[in-house]
């Protein structure tokens, strides 16, 4: 497996736009081919980045239950899907997970797409996954080699205690992260110190801050990906500058 980036935190609190800032950043500086996997089930990554969706992977499950072409196994069935809903683009692709499933057992269907997964990320020196919100992915085991984590909050008590409940979580599964980011998004003024859990919980990590940026909300408004905005708008500029701490610290991912 590649270099693996996992975001993760609360709802609402602008995971999905630093997942899309975090991949500009990645290719602007040659970290490339990359894989973007939006695995929240409200799927808008590929709005973020300015690409197309049309198919998911949880329709694929939908499908493979009742509309497998006659000859066809449905290993293979599900091999042409996952191809299908790949949206390949200059420097990256992206895959979505789609919504839950619905009522029924999907066990077949899902060891099978997670076999494909795990061979189609085998393909990419780098990879992003931007998850749902909250905790359950992570209880799940759905990522298991995590080389950086980014949980991302606003700076309210509700975002950064969820972002602490997940960092204490993921350290006590059979996982490997080797590293975990806290980003405070939306900060308006930053205080002189965050609660005192924060300080326990990422003591030892990096704790980083972007502003508040009024043009994130033009753009959404005006349905401009966010990856398009310009150099010197406020978060981008702080987005770069927290991105080159995270990739040139003293244990930063060497490029070659």
Not at 85 to 112: H, K, Q, S, W
Not at 209 to 232: A, H, N, Q, W, Y
Request: some cysteine; proline content about 5%.
């Amino acid at each position: 497996m590649g270099y693996a980036v996992a975001l993760g935190g609360k709802g609402g609190t602008g995971k999905t736009t630093i997942a899309g800032l975090l991949i500009r950043y990645m290719l602007n500086h040659g970290m490339k081919p990359l894989l973007a996997i939006d695995a929240d089930s409200n799927s808008n990554l590929n709005d973020v980045l300015g690409v197309p969706l049309e198919e998911t992977l949880s329709e694929a499950r939908e499908e493979m239950k009742t509309s497998v072409p006659v000859g066809m196994t449905k290993d293979i069935f599900m091999e042409m899907k996952l191809e299908q809903a790949l949206v390949e683009t200059e420097g990256f692709d992206l895959i979505a997970m789609g919504r839950p499933e619905g009522p029924g057992c999907y066990c077949a269907a899902n060891n099978l797409l997670s076999s494909l997964i795990d061979r189609l990320i085998g393909n990419y020196p780098f990879i992003v996954i931007d998850n749902e919100a909250g905790m359950e992915h992570f209880s799940r085991l759905a990522q298991k080699d995590i080389d950086l984590l980014i949980l991302v909050s606003d700076p309210s008590r509700r975002g950064l205690s969820a972002a602490c409940r997940i960092a204490e979580l993921v350290k006590t599964l059979p996982m490997r992260v080797e590293r975990i980011v806290l980003v405070i998004n939306q900060v308006r003024e930053e205080p002189a110190s965050w609660p005192e859990d924060v300080h326990r919980v990422f003591g030892n990590q990096m704790i980083a801050c972007l502003p508040s940026d009024p043009l994130i909300s033009r753009f959404d408004l005006e349905g401009k990906p966010t990856v398009m905005l310009p150099d010197d708008a406020l978060v981008v500029e702080a987005a770069e500058k927290l991105f080159d701490r995270i990739f040139n610290s003293r244990d930063r991912l060497e490029l070659e």
